[in-house]
C-alpha cells in the first residue's frame, strides 16, 4: 500500500513539473533542440555568407578576366585597323590597281600578310565586290562575286575599316576568320577593296594560354551572338544558343548564374561588351568547383556537430542519471522526513491533548484546595497547552501546503467562498459579522481543496483584526483580468501600516501580542504559500484604523 501510494504522489509529482523534465525523452529533445536549433541557424548563416563572398568573388574575378581579354582584343583590333589602313591609302597600290599591274599588287598583299603574322591572308576586290587578287593565291576563288558577303557591305558603307563577323572562308583551308575591311581611295572615290583575314584560330590558341584552370572558360561572341569558335573543336560545346546567352547578349555588363552549359551543370557566368566592335567577351566557372571548398567545410562542421552532440547526449544522459539518482534519494527522504515530521507532531499533540484535559479536571474537582493562585496557574497550563497544540496543528498545514502534490481542475471562486464560510459559519455567528458576496467571483484552474483553505484563513484574518465591540463588516468581490482573476476581500479591521505589508506575510510574524489577538503568526504564510503554488500572487492595501483590502490572483489556465 505505501509503495503504491508512493508511486501515486511520484506521477503527481512528475505532472507538474515543467515539460522538459517529466521524462527522459523530453529532456533529451529539449537538449538537442536547445543546442541542434541554434548551431543550424550558426552553421546556415556561415554558409549563406560564406556563399554570398565567394560568388562575389568568383564574379570579380570573372568580371576582371573578361574585361583584360576585351581591352585586349579590342587593341589588337585597332592596331590590324590601322595596320591594313595604312596599306590601303598608299599611293603606291593605288596606281597599282589602276595601272593593273598585277606583279605589283601581289607584292604588296604579300608585304601586308608576311610582316604581320596576325593575318592570314589578304585580297582586293573591284568596286563591285568581285575579287581580282589575293595572297596566298587560290584561283579557285579569283574573279568571285563577294558582293553579298557582310564584310564588304560594311566596309562600302563605313569611312573607317570594318570588322566582320566571325565566318569560314571559302578559300585555302576554309578557315574562320575575322575580315579587317577597307576601302582603297583616290580622288573620285573607291577604286578598290582592301581586305585581311584575322584567324580566330590565333585568338582561340590565345585564350587558351589565358584560361587558369579547367574550371574556367571564356568565350567571344560576334556583333551578331556567334561564338567564336576553332575549325575542329568537338570538346567544346557551342553556346550561342543557350537562351541565357542570348539574354546576356542583350544587357550591358553584368553576371548570372547558368545552367546547363559546356559540361558544367551550373555557372557563375560574367559578360563585358567590346564596344568598338560590338563583340562581348564571357568568362565563367563551375559552380561546383568554385564551392567545393565550401561544401568541404560544411561537411567538416556537420560531422564535427554530429560528434559533438552525440558526446553532449552521452554526457546529458549521464548527468541525468546522476540526477535521476539523487532527486530519488532526495524525493525519498523528503517523504521520510514528511512522515517523521506528521509522527513526532501527532505524538506532541497526544500530551498536550492530555495535559489540556488534566488541567481542565484539576480546575473543576481542585478549585478549592488549589485557590486563586493555583486556579491562574493551572489555566496558564491550559492556555500554553492549547497554544501549543494549534502552533503544531499550523505548522503540520504550511508543511502539507508547501510539499504535498496538487490536482489543478476548474474552481468557481463563488462556491469555494460559500464553502469557506460554511466551514467557519460558528465564529461568523459568534462573532455577528456581516459578509457581502458580489457574485459571481469567477473560475480559476487552481486546487480545490487548497483555494478553500486559503479562503478560510483570509476569513479568519478579517474576523480576528477587529477592535473590540465593533462589528467585523466585509466585502468580497473579484475582478477579471486577460490571464487571472483577482478576489478583493475589504474589512474594517485595525489596519495595518504600509511598512509592514511584506512582514505579515512571513512565517511567525507577528504585529500584535497574543493577549490582544490569538494566533500563530503562520496564516497568512500559508496564504501566499497556497497562492504561489498554484501560480497566483497576494498583497494588501490597507492604512492603520482604516482597515485592509487583501487580494489574491490565481491563473485562469
Avoid at 354 to 365: H, K, P, V
Wanted: hydrophobic share 40%; proline share 4%; aromatic share 8%.
Amino acid at each position: 500500500m505505501g509503495s503504491s501510494m508512493s508511486e501515486v504522489t511520484h506521477s503527481k509529482l512528475t505532472a507538474h513539473r515543467p515539460w522538459m523534465f517529466q521524462s527522459r525523452s523530453r529532456l533529451f529533445v529539449t537538449l538537442f533542440l536547445v543546442v541542434a536549433i541554434p548551431t543550424a541557424i550558426l552553421t546556415a548563416l556561415t554558409a549563406f555568407f560564406v556563399y554570398d563572398e565567394l560568388t562575389d568573388q568568383t564574379v570579380r574575378h570573372n568580371t576582371v578576366t573578361a574585361r583584360l581579354v576585351a581591352k585586349h582584343i579590342d587593341e589588337e583590333f585597332y592596331g590590324l585597323r590601322r595596320y591594313v589602313e595604312s596599306f590601303a591609302i598608299r599611293e603606291r597600290i593605288r596606281n597599282s590597281i589602276e595601272a593593273n599591274d598585277a606583279d605589283a599588287i601581289q607584292e604588296q598583299l604579300e608585304d601586308l600578310v608576311e610582316n604581320n603574322s596576325k593575318l592570314s591572308r589578304a585580297v582586293i576586290t573591284d568596286t563591285q565586290g568581285v575579287l581580282r587578287f589575293d595572297y596566298p593565291r587560290d584561283p579557285e576563288t579569283l574573279g568571285k562575286d563577294f558582293s553579298h558577303r557582310n564584310w564588304f557591305k560594311g566596309a562600302s558603307q563605313a569611312d573607317t575599316p570594318y570588322i566582320s563577323e566571325a565566318y569560314r572562308r571559302t578559300a585555302l583551308d576554309q578557315a574562320v576568320v575575322v575580315m579587317i575591311a577597307t576601302k582603297i581611295r583616290d580622288p573620285q572615290g573607291a577604286v578598290g577593296y582592301l581586305g585581311a583575314h584575322h584567324a580566330i584560330e590565333d585568338l582561340m590558341d590565345w585564350l587558351d594560354s589565358v584560361q587558369s584552370s579547367d574550371s574556367e572558360r571564356i568565350a567571344i561572341f560576334d556583333q551578331y551572338g556567334n561564338q567564336m569558335m576553332r575549325m575542329d573543336s568537338p570538346q567544346i560545346e557551342n553556346i550561342s544558343e543557350h537562351p541565357d546567352i542570348q539574354k546576356a547578349l542583350k544587357q550591358p555588363e553584368g553576371w548570372l548564374k547558368i545552367n546547363g552549359i559546356d559540361e558544367f551543370d551550373r555557372a557563375l557566368l560574367s559578360h563585358v561588351p567590346i564596344p568598338n566592335l560590338g563583340w562581348t567577351v564571357m568568362a565563367y566557372q563551375d559552380y561546383t568547383v568554385v564551392f567545393a571548398p565550401v561544401q568541404r567545410l560544411l561537411r567538416t562542421i556537420l560531422i564535427f556537430f554530429l560528434i559533438a552532440l552525440a558526446a553532449m547526449g552521452l554526457l546529458g544522459w549521464l548527468w541525468y542519471r546522476v540526477l535521476f539518482t539523487y532527486a530519488e534519494d532526495l524525493r525519498r527522504s523528503n517523504r521520510e522526513l514528511e512522515n517523521l515530521c506528521y509522527s513526532i507532531a501527532h505524538d506532541l499533540r497526544a500530551p498536550l491533548r492530555a495535559m489540556q484535559g488534566f488541567t481542565s479536571l484539576i480546575a473543576e474537582d481542585y478549585a478549592e484546595k488549589l485557590g486563586d493562585e493555583g486556579m491562574a496557574c493551572a489555566r496558564r497550563v491550559g492556555t500554553a497547552a492549547q497554544r501549543m497544540d494549534w502552533l503544531i496543528r499550523d505548522l503540520l498545514e504550511y508543511g502539507s501546503v508547501t510539499h504535498r502534490s496538487l490536482e489543478f481542475e476548474r474552481v468557481d471562486l463563488s462556491q469555494s467562498m460559500q464553502n469557506a464560510m460554511e466551514a467557519m459559519v460558528a465564529r461568523i455567528q459568534k462573532k455577528q459579522a456581516e459578509i457581502r458576496v458580489n457574485d459571481p467571483l469567477g473560475v480559476v484552474t487552481a486546487d480545490k481543496r487548497m483555494v478553500q483553505h486559503l479562503l478560510e484563513h483570509l476569513l479568519s484574518n478579517a474576523l480576528k483584526y477587529v477592535a473590540r465591540n465593533i462589528t467585523p463588516k466585509i466585502e468580497i468581490w473579484s475582478e477579471d483580468k486577460p490571464q487571472h482573476v483577482r478576489l478583493w476581500m475589504r474589512d474594517n479591521g485595525i489596519g495595518i501600516p504600509c511598512e509592514q505589508f511584506e512582514r505579515i506575510f512571513g512565517i511567525f510574524q507577528r504585529l500584535h501580542p497574543t493577549e490582544s489577538y490569538s494566533g500563530t503568526g503562520i496564516g497568512l504564510a500559508i496564504v501566499k504559500k497556497a497562492a504561489e503554488r498554484m501560480g497566483g500572487s497576494v498583497g494588501l492595501e490597507s492604512e492603520p484604523d482604516k482597515g485592509s483590502i487583501f487580494w489574491i490572483e490565481l491563473p485562469k489556465k
